[in-house]
């Protein structure tokens, strides 16, 4: 058992139960990218009943919901999560891949226990602040469409986060420890090219082929890859072909273009080489061209007290309490892993094993990983005007890859809903140390600002930029 030595855990274990409840229903209602209408309205619900002052559509998301408690004093964030991913439905504990609905959508990121992990801490911290009667205010900001959609970004460029003073988050994992701030700045834009229809065969000198720019561009980026520093990632999806009729010269075609860099400034200095590609693509095939950022994330800045607070909470709490029937069913799962899987985990969060448990008996060290296995995320964008702070949740057996129908089929188990208490401890205890002791926020903010000195914030979303909403994607 953990011991509850921190005055806030004992408010967790009453509180559990609600919120476990709260993650499975938003797991068997998976929604994608600002469509989170379910999710939000029960992540609303339960705000509304734990006595918050709530807020929806905040940042003019629809599916975005902030809840806040407490008076006067610091401001703490606790960011939470519920979007859902494309073509992972997966029937809940079976170990084989088995969609409840084809081609639906599944929680393959484990959102749904990141959004109710983060309410509960938030929870947890509202009686906290009551019983104590110290000054402050605790909110919980649900986030919309982080996978692709970079909600956060669009919510601090409309200043939500403006007079909050510390952030909190976690993520699922297969390991618990303080997260290493190491992610990639990115860049999600579209690259529409406009030319000239004709008879491919009767008249083929009078067309224009948008498609043969999009080709030639795509050559282009992958021949820069050679030039481009070893962290920095291009990916690409054809959006719009032009078509299906191979005889008709392609008047206009889309490409989508994930630029993905290890700083802001790496990052805008490689959107302007892409974009250079763009152009010399176009010259080449007597087309048009116009790029249109789509999304957008910032690197995560790290912040050293911060870590050291979190990590201290975690040695306090120790590693969740799996049990041999959580090791059993998690054997089941890493059963259809390859080593390779395995290894990959291992590697990425800096853990040497020990042992055979499928599932995580350790709280890593901060700063563990060494930064190769990285993606991206738009807490990054936070973290850039606020000092941030993460932690990573054992929730899944070890090897479990992201993005995957074993990550979703883990995401209602025992050993989940364990996970993610652990992880709402820890945070809540982190956030509860911060209130008595405002010291320690002054200490987080000069580190913020030490880091961050000579280089200015340029927000990764323009202003230009709007959200992706259906209303407008269907427009």
């Known amino acids: 058992m953990m011991q509850n030595t921190h005055s806030v855990w004992p408010i967790i274990d009453s509180k559990r139960e609600a919120f476990v409840e709260l993650s499975d229903r938003v797991w068997e209602t998976p929604e994608l990218n600002y469509r989170e209408e379910r999710s939000a309205a029960e992540h609303e619900r339960l705000l509304r009943e734990e006595g918050f002052r709530v807020q929806r559509g905040i ?3 629809p599916t975005a919901v902030m809840g806040e408690a407490g008076e006067g004093g610091p401001v703490i964030a606790i960011l939470g999560e519920y979007d859902a991913l494309p073509g992972l439905s997966q029937e809940a504990g079976v170990a084989e891949e088995r969609p409840v609905v084809d081609g639906g959508n599944g929680h393959g990121c484990g959102h749904n226990l990141l959004g ?36 956060k970004g669009f919510m601090v ?21 303080v997260n290493n701030p190491i992610s990639l700045a990115c860049n999600e834009i579209d690259f529409t090219f406009h030319g000239r229809a004709s008879h491919a065969a009767a008249t083929p000198h009078l067309g224009r082929s948008a498609l043969d720019a999009v080709e030639l561009m795509n050559i282009g980026v992958n021949y820069m890859r050679e030039h481009m520093p070893s962290s920095a990632r291009v990916h690409y999806a054809i959006i719009d072909g032009g078509g299906i009729a191979p005889n008709v010269v392609q008047a206009r075609a889309t490409v989508r273009h994930l630029v993905r860099a290890r700083t802001l400034p790496e990052l805008l200095e490689l959107v302007a080489r892409v974009k250079k590609i763009a152009e010399g693509a176009a010259l080449m095939t007597e087309t048009t061209v116009r790029a249109q950022i789509i999304s957008g994330d910032a690197n995560l800045v790290g912040n050293a ?40 985990s291992y590697a990425r969060f800096g853990v040497t094993p020990k042992g055979d448990s499928p599932l995580c008996d350790i709280i890593f060290p901060p700063e563990s990983g060494d930064g190769t296995f990285v993606g991206s995320t738009d807490v990054g964008t936070v973290s850039w ?33 364990k996970g993610m208490e652990h992880a709402a401890k820890v945070m ?48």
């Open 385 to 417: 005007v606020v000092p941030t702070v993460q932690m990573r949740g054992a929730t899944y057996a070890i090897g479990t890859p992201g993005h995957s129908w074993q990550l979703v089929a883990q995401g209602k188990l025992p050993a989940a809903h």
């Open 59 to 61: 940042a003019g998301l």
């Open 116 to 151: 109710a992990g983060s309410m509960l801490a938030a929870a947890a911290l509202k009686d906290f602040l009551a019983e104590s009667g110290l000054p402050g205010r605790v909110r919980y900001y649900g986030c919309p469409a982080e996978e692709g959609g970079s909600s």
């Open 305 to 344: 007290p911060l870590e050291a607070l979190m990590h201290r909470q975690l040695e306090q709490l120790g590693p969740p309490q799996f049990d041999d029937a959580d090791r059993e069913i998690a054997a089941k799962f890493q059963a259809t892993l390859s080593r390779e899987d395995i290894r990959s």
């Open 428 to 475: 809540a205890a982190t956030g509860a140390e911060l209130f008595r002791d405002p010291s320690l926020i002054e200490a987080a903010k000069a580190d913020h600002r030490a880091r961050l000195e000579g280089t200015p914030f340029v927000n990764p979303i323009p202003d230009d930029v709007e959200p992706p909403l259906p209303d407008r994607a269907a427009a």
């Open 157 to 177: 460029r409309s200043g939500v986060f403006d007079d909050v003073d510390i952030a909190i988050s976690w993520h699922p994992a297969p390991f618990a420890g």
